[in-house]
Nanobody, 123 residues
Framework: QVQLVESGGGLVQPGGSLRLSCAAS????????MTWVRQAPGQGLEWVSA????????RYADSVKGRFTVSRDNAKNTLYLQMNSLKPEDTAVYYC????????????????GGQGTQVTVSS
């Protein structure tokens, strides 16, 4: 079955950086776009970024554009999210999802990682 395991979160000061990883298994990684979404405390799911199977088409939410970079290593079945210039409003649990989603079409529960990784931006 599909397994998506996120890692790399933590506590960082405003302006800092983190690199999230998502290890994928149980499906043909190279055949699917991948997506990052996040959920802040008390908020709904928010789309963050998406990347196509080849890794040459990338999309970002306006709130992270210019600060976050999505990438993938198809040889390692791994998705990444490099987050720079972090802000307190980036605080959330980050999930990866199988599929190329957008702000108007969010992944179903079964298509995203189960645990996510917590990112906390605070001084």
């Amino acid at each position: 079955q599909v397994q998506l395991v996120e890692s790399g979160g933590g506590l960082v000061q405003p302006g800092g950086s983190l690199r999230l990883s998502c290890a994928a298994s149980g499906f043909t990684f190279t055949s699917y776009g991948m997506t990052w979404v996040r959920q802040a405390p008390g908020q709904g799911l928010e789309w963050v970024s998406a990347i196509n199977p080849a890794g040459d088409i990338k999309r970002y939410a306006d709130s992270v554009k210019g600060r976050f970079t999505v990438s993938r290593d198809n040889a390692k079945n791994t998705l990444y999210l490099q987050m720079n210039s972090l802000k307190p409003e980036d605080t959330a649990v980050y999930y990866c999802a199988k599929g190329f989603y957008n702000a108007h079409l969010l992944p179903r529960l079964g298509d995203r990682g189960g645990q996510g990784t917590q990112v906390t931006v605070s001084s």
